[in-house]
C-alpha cells in the first residue's frame, strides 16, 4: 500500500513535469517550479537515458530567464513562418482539431471534481498540457487517498494518451528546431514505457495517421473556419449536458 502510494506521487510528479513544458505561464515562479522538478527528476531518473536527457536539459535551460525556453516552445508550436507541431489527440487521431478525443476527455473530466480553468488555459480538454495536468491532478489525489480515480486514470492513459504520445514525441524528436523538448521526449518515452508496465496497457498497433483536407468535408475553404466548423461540431455532439 505504502509503496503504491510512494509510486502514484512520482507519477504525479512527473506529469506535472511534463505540464510545465506544455502549459506555459509569463509568471516566473512557474518557470522556477519547473526547474526545482527537474533537479527532483535528476536524483531519481528512470533510467540512463532518461538521467542524460534530464542533464542536457538542465544544461539548455537558463536558470534565471525562461527566455530560451518560451522562444522554442513557440517556434515548435505556434510560429506560422515553421512547421507546426500539433498539440491534441484529436488531430493525432482523427486528423482535425477539436474531435472525437476532445469528446472523450471532456466526458473523463466530468466524472471527476476538476475543471479546466477557462481564464488562463485556453487550449483543448484533449491537449497535451492539459491531459499531463489533469493525470498530475488524478495521479496525486490518488496518492492521498481518493482511490475512485484509478479507474479515470486507467481509461485517460489507455484510450487518449498512449495511442497518440508515440507519434506526437517522434514528431518533437525529428524536428530539427528541437533542442530542448527534443531532450524531452526521451525522458517523456521512458516515462510512457513505465507507465504501459504499471497500468498494464500494451502499446498501440501502428496506424496509418488520418490526415483529413479541407476539401474533404466543406470545399475550399481556409484552416480557420474548418477549425472553427470542427468546433462547431464537437460542441453538437457534446448534447445539451454541457
Given at each position: 500500500m505504502e509503496n503504491n502510494q510512494t509510486i502514484h506521487k512520482a507519477r504525479a510528479l512527473y506529469?506535472?513535469?511534463?505540464?510545465?513544458?506544455?502549459?506555459?505561464?509569463?509568471?516566473?515562479?512557474?518557470?522556477?517550479?519547473?526547474?526545482?522538478?527537474?533537479?527532483?527528476?535528476?536524483?531519481?531518473?528512470?533510467?540512463?537515458?532518461?538521467?542524460?536527457?534530464?542533464?542536457?536539459?538542465?544544461?539548455?535551460?537558463?536558470?534565471?530567464?525562461?527566455?530560451?525556453?518560451?522562444?522554442?516552445?513557440?517556434?515548435?508550436?505556434?510560429?506560422?513562418?515553421?512547421?507546426?507541431?500539433?498539440?491534441?489527440?484529436?488531430?493525432?487521431?482523427?486528423?482535425v482539431e477539436s474531435g472525437k478525443k476532445r469528446v472523450e476527455m471532456l466526458d473523463f473530466v466530468a466524472k471527476t471534481k476538476l475543471r479546466r480553468d477557462e481564464k488562463n488555459f485556453y487550449e483543448y480538454e484533449d491537449s497535451v498540457g492539459f491531459i499531463f495536468s489533469f493525470m498530475a491532478e488524478l495521479s496525486n489525489l490518488i496518492a492521498n487517498g481518493e482511490k475512485i480515480y484509478e479507474n479515470t486514470v486507467h481509461c485517460v492513459f489507455a484510450e487518449i494518451l498512449n495511442g497518440f504520445v508515440?507519434?506526437?514525441?517522434?514528431?518533437?524528436?525529428?524536428?530539427?528546431?528541437?533542442?530542448?523538448?527534443?531532450?524531452?521526449?526521451?525522458?517523456?518515452?521512458?516515462?510512457?514505457?513505465?507507465?504501459?508496465?504499471?497500468?498494464?496497457?500494451?502499446k498501440p498497433l501502428k496506424k496509418d495517421r488520418i490526415v483529413k483536407k479541407a476539401e474533404d468535408n466543406w470545399?475550399?475553404?481556409?484552416?480557420?473556419e474548418r477549425n472553427r466548423r470542427e468546433k462547431n461540431r464537437a460542441l453538437k455532439a457534446l448534447g445539451p449536458k454541457y
Open positions: 506529469y506535472n513535469f511534463f505540464a510545465n513544458f506544455f502549459v506555459l505561464s509569463p509568471k516566473m515562479e512557474n518557470y522556477f517550479e519547473l526547474l526545482r522538478l527537474l533537479n527532483i527528476l535528476k536524483d531519481s531518473a528512470l533510467d540512463d537515458s532518461s538521467q542524460s536527457a534530464l542533464n542536457n536539459i538542465s544544461n539548455l535551460l537558463d536558470k534565471d530567464s525562461n527566455t530560451a525556453l518560451v522562444q522554442e516552445f513557440d517556434d515548435l508550436f505556434y510560429n506560422p513562418t515553421n512547421k507546426k507541431i500539433r498539440l491534441t489527440a484529436s488531430f493525432y487521431n482523427d486528423g508515440d507519434d506526437f514525441a517522434k514528431e518533437i524528436y525529428e524536428y530539427d528546431k528541437a533542442k530542448i523538448y527534443k531532450e524531452l521526449m526521451v525522458v517523456l518515452h521512458s516515462f510512457i514505457e513505465f507507465e504501459r508496465l504499471f497500468l498494464e496497457v500494451p470545399g475550399n475553404i481556409s484552416e480557420e
